[in-house]
Each structure stands twice: as structure tokens, then as C-alpha cells.
Nanobody
């Protein structure tokens, strides 16, 4: 089973991008987006979410379980949002620290990433 990201690209500051990730075998797991190893946003099976403070109000994480897809809508992009974005899933046994939703060490399965570049 693989996690496959898409939707990255280059945009000007203030622009928007929508990242997508095929989650196939991980539909019943907590999922998250990371910029490099920095947690950006996470979403649990019940749809509840956690955001890094710097993206709250600008980014929205969502999941479509029926379509086996995870999304990250990125609005009002800033140059500091530039980076490689990865989607990730927790292991089948769940998280060790059940509140560490943006901790990369809680995530066992990772995609290969998609590059986001924001120019000023």
C-alpha cells in the first residue's frame, strides 16, 4: 500500500494550491500533512482536525474516505510555506501519544512528497 501525493507547484505569494494524497489502505487511520518533518495539519477518523498555528485559518485538511483521498487546501500562501509536503498515516496500532497529532514520530507510513514553491 502506498501514499501518493499530487498537486504541488509554484505560485505567487497570496495564491492557492490544493494538495491531494491517495490513501488507499489507510482510510481508517489518523492522517496528516507534513512540510519536511514539520507537522502542518492532521485529521482523525472522526473528522476532527489539528493545525500548526502558522497555517490555521489559511489551510484546510479534509478527507474523502469513500474516494480514499486526503486533501490540503492551501490559501493565502506565503514564501515561508515553501517546502516538500508529505502525507503520512499512523501505524495500524495507533499513536503512542494520543495527543501528538503533529509529531512525525507518530507516523509510520509516508508518501514521497510533492514540492510547493511560493514566490514573493
Amino acid at each position: 500500500a502506498q501514499l501518493v501525493e499530487s498537486g504541488g507547484g509554484s505560485v505567487q505569494s497570496g495564491g492557492s494550491l490544493r494538495l491531494a494524497c491517495s490513501i488507499s489502505a489507510y482510510r481508517d487511520r489518523t492522517l496528516a500533512w507534513f512540510k519536511h518533518r514539520e507537522g502542518v495539519a492532521a485529521i482523525r477518523v472522526d473528522g476532527s482536525t489539528t493545525y500548526q498555528p502558522s497555517v490555521k485559518g489559511r489551510f484546510t485538511i479534509s478527507r474523502d474516505t469513500a474516494a480514499s483521498m486526503l486533501y490540503l487546501q492551501m490559501n493565502s500562501l506565503k514564501p515561508e510555506d515553501t517546502g516538500m509536503y508529505y502525507c503520512a498515516a499512523v501505524p495500524i496500532g495507533g499513536m503512542v501519544n494520543k495527543y501528538a497529532f503533529l509529531d512525525p514520530y507518530e507516523y509510520r507510513h509516508w508518501g514521497k512528497g510533492t514540492q510547493v514553491t511560493v514566490t514573493s
